[in-house]
T-cell receptor, first 113, second 115 residues
C-alpha cells in the first residue's frame, strides 16, 4: 500500500487564522481525499482533490473555508481558513489505490483556541 | 441514501475470548464493505474488505468478517482477542457502481480487551 505522510502532525492555532496541511504520497495516485474527524466522531468526507482541476466538495463544505490544491499526482494541501474552535478536529488525507481500497495518512490534529 | 450503523459504542471482551463488532448497512445497490481500525493518535488502518464472492473474508491481524446480504450486515470477528486489539473500529460502505471511491463511515465502535 502507499505510504502517506502529513504535515504538521498537530498544531494549536488561534481563531481567525488559517492553517495549511500537507499530504505527501510515495507513489502517483489518481484519487486523493480529505476527511474530517471531529472529537469522538466518525469520519466525514470534505472533498475529493482532483489533479489539474478544482476539488469536488461534499455538502456542507465550501471552497472558501477549505481551499484545496492538487498540483501533481503525489501531493495535496488542505487549508482551514478563518478558523474557529468548531474546526478543532483531526484532518486526514487518503488515497484510492487499486480498484477498491482507500488508505489513510496519520492525520493532523488541529486545536483552535 | 447510503448509511452505515454500528449499534455498539463500545465492546468489552476478555483476552482469549472471541470478539464480534457489529455493522449493518443500507444502500440501494451492491455494496463494497470495509473495516478500518484506528489506534490512539494514529490514522486509519485498512483491515479487510468485501467486494464479491465468498461471504467470509479474512484480513489483517487475524480478523475476519462475514457478509450477510439478507441481514445487510458485515460483522467483524476474531476467534481470540488480544489486549493489543483494543482500538476504535470503523465500518465503511461504498456503492459498487460509484467510481469515486467515496466511503460512508459508521460511527465507530471502541473495542476494549481486558487482560
Amino acid at each position: 500500500s502507499a505510504v502517506i505522510s502529513q504535515k504538521p502532525s498537530r498544531d494549536i492555532c488561534q481563531r481567525g487564522t488559517s492553517l495549511t496541511i500537507q499530504c505527501q504520497v510515495d507513489s502517483q495516485v489518481t484519487m486523493m481525499f480529505w476527511y474530517r474527524q471531529q472529537p469522538g466522531q466518525s469520519l466525514t468526507l470534505i472533498a475529493t482533490a482532483n489533479q489539474g482541476s478544482e476539488a469536488t466538495y461534499e455538502s456542507g463544505f465550501v471552497i472558501d473555508k477549505f481551499p484545496i490544491s492538487r498540483p501533481n499526482l503525489t501531493f495535496s494541501t488542505l487549508t482551514v481558513s478563518n478558523m474557529s474552535p468548531e474546526d478543532s478536529s483531526i484532518y486526514l488525507c487518503s488515497v484510492g489505490q487499486g480498484p477498491y481500497e482507500q488508505y489513510f495518512g496519520p492525520g493532523t490534529r488541529l486545536t483552535v483556541t | 441514501a447510503q448509511s452505515v450503523a454500528q449499534p455498539e459504542d463500545q465492546v468489552n471482551v476478555a483476552e482469549g475470548n472471541p470478539l464480534t463488532v457489529k455493522c449493518t448497512y443500507s444502500v440501494s445497490g451492491n455494496p463494497y464493505l470495509f473495516w478500518y481500525v484506528q489506534y490512539p493518535n494514529r490514522g486509519l488502518q485498512f483491515l479487510l474488505k468485501y467486494i464479491t464472492g465468498d461471504n467470509l473474508v479474512k484480513g489483517s491481524y487475524g480478523f475476519e468478517a462475514e457478509f450477510n446480504k439478507s441481514q445487510t450486515s458485515f460483522h467483524l470477528k476474531k476467534p481470540s482477542a488480544l489486549v493489543s486489539d483494543s482500538a476504535l473500529y470503523f465500518c465503511a460502505v461504498r456503492l459498487s457502481l460509484d467510481s469515486s471511491y467515496k466511503l460512508i463511515f459508521g460511527s465507530g465502535t471502541r473495542l476494549l480487551v481486558r487482560p
